[in-house]
């Protein structure tokens, strides 16, 4: 009974290596915020301005 579980390298997250992404409606990147820890994939924009002035422009 060996259970040959492979380790991801990196597999946790540092706090010193935040990820981040472009923002979906001005395109800047944005980084992690704690705010988002659980919400993160969900996450588009990189401020509520952003994300309002996305939704005006699509109803
Ligand atoms: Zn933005």
């Known amino acids: 009974m060996s259970p040959t579980t492979a380790r991801r390298p ?7 290596e935040r990820p981040s992404k472009p923002c979906a409606h001005c395109g ?3 980084t992690w915020r704690k ?22 422009d699509r109803p």
């Open 10 to 16: 990196g597999g946790g997250r540092k706090p010193s």
């Open 35 to 56: 705010k988002w820890e659980r919400d993160w994939d969900n996450v588009l924009y990189c401020s509520d301005r952003c994300r309002a002035a996305a939704k005006r």
């Open 28 to 30: 800047l990147p944005f």
